[in-house]
């Protein structure tokens, strides 16, 4: 069951129903049934119990550190993080070894018999096994204390609304909302709806149009190549992003219907001016995992600080003290790309690539600092700004290939032929050719440039943190930080329904369960 | 150590970590308005203040402090 479907509509609204009119402990009741419900739905049986699992395994464990003494509370935490991230990866590297040994043959240009083993992996598994270690680490280090209330943890551990795709939501931040009542508030019903809808019109009005571009030209790699490709590229870039945010919103929009604010994942991401500020733009969650459960904790260690101490040693100071974060920063990468899945398109595209642009960005800050000084150049200027983000764009859009492509010859071959000398996609007919009716391109050019507008307002309404884990907790709702008049935000909200009924691509023959992340 | 040395001792360190002698931190200096200030930059911060004052953070308090005025608390809870 996908969040595009009518039976969520159904089970969000039944829900609402029962939960507002029930109090406290009940309105937890209730989202746990309903996410048990959709769980069947969308997962089934198997799915149910591995969460189950998972999240008992959580629980108790919580209560255990606890109640033990240092050194049984050690012995605790790891049997129950080994236990987490053992199932993940029975279920999800299975096939690890066997794409490694694809890909390595694939950079020689050789041929490799491979049938991938099929393990019908539990709903939602990599982002529910980041959620159940992240509270665990949590309990470990004593920054929360372990959860008390079977049926709230049960509520975090299955809730419907981010199991699928995320939010990685952390319990320290739930926790509170649940326990208390409730009240039913048409500010919230307003602005989730708000959100709701503009998580839709992303999804179903601007993402599954420019899909008609990008699944047309990389479907068809022998007839299209250069200014095809770079066309796809860019498209393909929007469309993940209005298929992830729009999902994201559809997610946190629901969740305000509840009452819950859940994790922002996304602060449009494509005002960034680095790589590095990108991603603490997009996947804001996996990244702030990544960041506090291994990056800090590695560095921490005494081995790093060592490498660290050898490093000043060997390149002075300032230069010196970059050689545990670059080595660093390669195992992070490494293990986020892989967490996206065991195939090395991941493990570069959402990983290693990064993790270059990253470590040459530290290497070279001097030389850019110079640069500045000698230059005079303004880095507040609008030109350089433009230049920057348009930078990070391009960046950015060349590990989403990879991301995109079944394989990395796949994705080699495009790179190559974005090189072939095609300017088809100039001609009308080479336009048209690629399928996309007048009107529906009318729909997709003004619904970008309505997301632009939407973009900007809101970025001017928020700043975006980088340290710390409170980020984006006190902030006015997208609503809110949208149209500060609740009339505006209605008459906006009923513009945005009429568009994704109008212009949607829904209903019957339309495959509405393929939000590209939920393969994850 | 007074509060004020505290945060005198924290001025030096932040100089010293961010190469910039125009930074004066505050209680409710955030990463926000220091330069440089991210979380690859972070832990090196903490390690210096570490050393600076021979204390120890715990990865709790590494991964929650808010502000400055937060790590000033720590440091004098734990002096």
């Known amino acids: 069951m996908s969040y595009t479907s009518y039976g969520f509509l159904m089970l969000v609204l039944i829900s609402l129903l029962l939960y507002y009119s029930f109090r406290g402990r009940f309105q937890n009741l209730v989202l746990l049934f309903a996410s048990i419900l959709f769980i069947l739905w969308a997962g089934g049986l198997s799915s149910l119990f591995f969460i189950a699992l998972s999240a008992a395994i959580s629980f108790l464990a919580g209560i255990a550190m606890d109640r033990a003494q240092a050194g049984r509370k050690k012995a605790v935490y790891v049997l129950a993080m080994l236990a987490q991230g053992g199932m993940l990866a029975v279920f999800k590297y299975l096939n690890f070894p066997g794409y ?72 320290g931040q739930l926790a509170g909302p649940l326990s208390e009542r409730r009240r039913f508030q048409a500010e919230n019903l307003l602005n989730g709806l708000t959100r709701l809808l503009w998580g839709l019109f992303k999804k179903l009005v601007l993402s599954e149009r420019l899909a008609v571009f990008v699944n047309g030209i990389y479907g068809d ?135 270059t642009y990253m470590i040459l960005a530290e290497i070279f800050e001097p030389a850019f600092q110079r640069f500045y000084k000698a230059t005079g150049l303004d880095r507040e200027n609008r030109i350089w700004r433009a230049f920057q983000m348009l930078r990070t764009f391009v960046l950015v859009s060349a590990g989403f290939v990879f991301f995109r492509s079944d394989s990395l010859t796949m994705a080699f071959q495009i790179f190559r032929g974005m090189g072939t000398p095609n300017g ?97 | 150590m007074s509060r004020e040395e505290v945060f005198q001792k924290l001025n030096e360190v932040f100089r010293e970590e961010f190469d910039d002698e125009e930074i004066v931190v505050r209680e409710d200096t955030t990463a926000k308005d220091i330069e440089g200030w991210d979380s690859l930059e972070h832990i090196d911060l903490i390690a210096a203040v570490e050393d600076a004052f021979s204390v120890h953070f715990s990865m709790a308090e590494v991964t929650s402090m808010k502000n400055v005025g937060e790590m000033a608390d720590r440091i004098m809870e734990k002096m």
């Open chain 1, 221 to 355: 790699l022998e007839v299209y190549n250069g200014s095809y490709l770079v066309f796809a590229a860019i498209c393909y870039s929007l469309q993940l992003y209005t298929d992830f945010s729009g999902c994201m919103d559809m997610v946190l929009g629901t969740g305000e219907l509840f009452g819950i604010r859940l994790t922002e994942n996304f602060k449009q991401p494509f005002f960034s001016r680095s790589d590095a500020e990108f991603w603490r733009r997009w996947h804001i969650s996996l990244g702030n995992w990544f960041r506090d459960y291994l990056m800090y904790p590695l560095l921490r260690t005494e081995a790093f600080k060592r490498l660290g101490k050898f490093g000043k040693k060997l390149f002075g100071k300032k230069q010196g003290k970059k050689l545990p974060l670059c080595v660093g920063l390669f195992i992070v990468w490494f293990l986020l790309g892989l967490w996206h899945g065991g195939m090395w398109t991941f493990i570069i595209g959402s990983g290693l690539l990064h993790c």
């Open chain 1, 424 to 520: 088809g996609l100039f001609t009308a007919e080479g336009f048209w050719e690629l399928g996309m009716a007048p009107a529906d391109l009318w729909v997709l050019v003004l619904g970008l440039l309505l997301l632009f507008a939407v973009s900007r307002k809101l970025e001017q309404t928020e700043e975006i943190a980088s340290v710390g884990m409170e980020e984006g907790r006190d902030q006015a709702s997208f609503g809110e930080r949208l149209l500060a008049v609740p009339l505006h935000r209605a008459v906006f909200a009923t513009a945005l329904f009429l568009m994704v009924v109008l212009w949607g691509f829904y209903g019957q023959g339309y495959d509405a369960a393929s939000f590209i992340y939920s393969r994850f």
């Open chain 1, 100 to 171: 490694t040994m694809l890909a390595l043959h694939e950079l020689r240009g050789l041929e490799y018999e491979f049938t991938a083993m099929e393990l019908a992996a539990p709903l939602g598994i990599s982002f529910y096994a980041l959620m159940q270690m992240g509270y665990l680490t949590d309990v470990y280090w004593g920054r929360i204390p372990h959860a008390s209330s079977p049926v709230s943890y049960g509520v975090f551990s299955s809730l419907f609304l981010h199991i699928i795709q995320g939010p990685i939501d952390r319990y």
